[in-house]
């Protein structure tokens, strides 16, 4: 007989962990298959408003972080109920408590932080250098006036190096004020758009797009296009899926879609034009490209996988670091995010390289040990110092990962989450840090996790971050991260 449980008496914790899968399989659903309307704008606005958040988080004091973990902890709930509008207003709130010193914000400053610039076209033709811009908010659907005193907005265009070209300033603005702006001279490249609010003596900073310069753009994409639909590459072949995953990616700034993340379009398609030559390799291109992110398309057997990859300078001997992100992410969050990209850094000043997959609902395209062996014909690193970390849905896949092919890794990092590691005589040699924040959801599964793995007989290192919730975890323990990568290399 089958007995239906009584709601009242299962443990709160247990109600909500159960609540947050169910919503966190619609909202993956959603995102995969484009159920949510405009999720790539609210993705973009979500990832950029998190990196301005990070930036300032890193560089405040204990007080002040603690004061926007509650803001922190209603943007995750709101992310993982849908609610992506709400969660940006509390990113914004997050944001602005930590550069006030901890200060709750005003109504009037949350307000102005949710200000954008919306930029068009991504592609521009240095021949042609009409760049638009529109004022956008938020929270407003129809044109409204800042307020009833002057608000300028201050905009600057830098390169990719992070000096300033070009400057302008537009008075009294309205939300979807929108104006073509005539550059002079640019020369090809990718730029970005920094924008301010200015009313009085208060200045906000405000979410600006980056684009890239292009010459002969209408030649050059008329042969873009033709690559990216072109015959489908047999899987096994790294170069051509890559040569046509750069194509369709290219295409889609083209047409004015935006992504998840801003895109360096002029970087991507001299990728993708050194890729086309027949005398020229994948090898060649990431040897080019030391300490830069490259985007690619694996291929191995019938499998394929999108990564998004930096190289050491010089990879000889060097380790990797394999990143997996957590639920509604991509790629591009090792990179853009979880510190606006602090692993990276980290690992460009210690020498190593690092591979970050992109993963789904239903996993990997590729398993590690197809993804070691296919990387291991375009790159060189020592396979016997490969790390990996992983945070939240990633955490359970660096489990999933090792507990697979324990040898083929040295040490691992679950942030955030846990997973269920499968017992074997090679896993205990396999040392891990697992973490997670005090005020963490995943908090309950990491002590599993670790109570679990020592369990086995493996060396565990565990730690619990004060007053951190689910998103900033990663931040918080990126500098414990690589000290235990480093004791273990």
């Keep these: 007989m089958i007995v239906a449980p009584k709601w009242n008496h299962v443990p709160e914790l247990m109600l909500r962990t159960l609540q947050r899968f169910c919503v966190f399989v619609l909202f993956i659903l959603c995102f995969e298959s484009d159920g949510l309307p405009q999720s790539p704008e609210l993705r973009y606005q979500l990832g950029r408003r998190l990196t301005r958040f990070e930036r300032k988080w890193q560089t405040a004091d204990a007080a002040s972080r603690a004061q926007s973990t509650p803001k922190m902890m209603a943007a995750v709930d709101n992310f993982f109920s849908l609610q992506l509008d709400a969660a940006i207003v509390k990113?914004?709130?997050?944001?602005?408590?930590?550069?006030?010193?901890?200060?709750?914000?005003?109504?009037?400053?949350?307000?102005?932080?949710?200000?954008?610039?919306?930029?068009?076209?991504?592609?521009?033709?240095?021949?042609?250098?009409?760049?638009?811009?529109?004022?956008?908010?938020?929270?407003?659907?129809?044109?409204?006036?800042?307020?009833?005193?002057?608000?300028?907005?201050?905009?600057?265009?830098?390169?990719?190096?992070?000096?300033?070209?070009?400057?302008?300033?537009?008075?009294?603005?309205?939300?979807?004020?929108?104006?073509?702006?005539?550059?002079?001279?640019?020369?090809?490249?990718?730029?970005?758009?920094?924008?301010?609010?200015?009313r009085g003596d208060l200045e906000t900073d405000v979410i600006g797009n980056r684009f890239s310069v292009i010459s002969n753009l209408g030649e050059r994409m008329n042969t873009v296009r033709t690559l990216a639909m072109g015959r489908r590459p047999a899987p096994t072949?790294?170069?051509?899926?890559?040569?046509?995953?750069?194509?369709?990616?290219?295409?889609?700034?083209?047409?004015?879609?935006i992504s998840e993340t801003d895109l360096p379009f002029a970087t991507l398609l001299n990728d993708l034009d050194f890729l086309s030559a027949e005398d020229k390799t994948v090898r060649e291109l990431i040897q080019l490209r030391p300490?830069?992110?490259?985007?690619?398309?694996?291929?191995?057997?019938?499998?394929?996988?999108?990564?998004?990859?930096?190289?050491?300078?010089?990879?000889?001997?060097?380790?990797?670091?394999?990143?997996?992100?957590?639920?509604?992410?991509?790629?591009?969050?090792?990179f853009e995010s979880y510190g606006a990209g602090g692993l990276i850094d980290l690992c460009r000043q210690k020498g190593w390289s690092v591979v970050s997959p992109r993963q789904s609902l239903m996993g990997l395209g590729m398993d590690l040990d197809s993804m070691l062996d296919e990387l291991r014909l375009h790159?060189?690193?020592?396979?016997?110092?490969?790390?990996?970390?992983?945070?939240?849905?990633?955490?359970?896949?660096?489990?999933?990962?090792?507990?697979?092919?324990?040898?083929?890794?040295?040490?691992?990092?679950?942030?955030?989450?846990?997973?269920?590691?499968?017992?074997?005589?090679?896993?205990?040699?396999?040392?891990?840090?697992?973490?997670?924040?005090?005020?963490?959801?995943?908090?309950?599964?990491?002590?599993?996790?670790a109570d679990t793995l020592k369990s086995f007989g493996a060396r565990v290192d565990f730690l619990e971050v004060k007053e951190v919730e689910h998103m900033v975890v990663v931040q918080a323990t990126l500098a414990d991260t690589i000290a235990f990568f480093d004791e273990h290399k």
């Excluded at 068009?120 to 956008?136: E, F, M, V």
């Excluded at 939300?175 to 550059?183: F, I, Q, V």
């Excluded at 072949?237 to 879609?257: A, N």
């Excluded at 398309?297 to 990143?323: D, F, I, M, W």
Aim: charged share 20%; net charge neutral; proline share 4%.
């Design 91 to 198: 990113l914004d709130e997050a944001w602005l408590t930590v550069d006030s010193g901890g200060k709750d914000p005003t109504a009037a400053s949350i307000f102005d932080a949710s200000w954008f610039v919306q930029v068009r076209p991504l592609l521009l033709d240095r021949d042609n250098l009409s760049l638009g811009l529109t004022l956008k908010h938020q929270q407003l659907a129809a044109k409204l006036p800042l307020s009833s005193s002057n608000c300028d907005l201050s905009v600057t265009v830098v390169d990719s190096q992070g000096t300033q070209v070009v400057e302008k300033r537009w008075e009294s603005v309205s939300n979807d004020d929108a104006w073509d702006w005539g550059l002079k001279s640019l020369t090809p490249g990718d730029y970005q758009v920094m924008a301010r609010l200015v």
């Design 237 to 257: 072949d790294t170069k051509s899926l890559s040569i046509q995953s750069l194509s369709k990616m290219i295409v889609s700034g083209h047409d004015g879609r």
């Design 291 to 334: 300490e830069r992110s490259i985007w690619l398309q694996l291929g191995n057997g019938e499998s394929k996988q999108h990564v998004r990859l930096q190289s050491a300078s010089n990879q000889v001997g060097s380790p990797l670091v394999v990143a997996f992100h957590g639920a509604g992410g991509s790629e591009n969050m090792f």
């Design 379 to 449: 790159m060189d690193f020592d396979a016997n110092r490969v790390f990996v970390i992983g945070h939240s849905m990633g955490a359970a896949q660096a489990i999933s990962q090792v507990s697979k092919y324990p040898t083929r890794v040295r040490a691992v990092a679950a942030i955030g989450g846990g997973g269920r590691p499968v017992k074997s005589n090679e896993l205990p040699a396999v040392p891990f840090f697992v973490a997670a924040g005090e005020k963490d959801f995943g908090l309950p599964r990491a002590k599993v996790l």
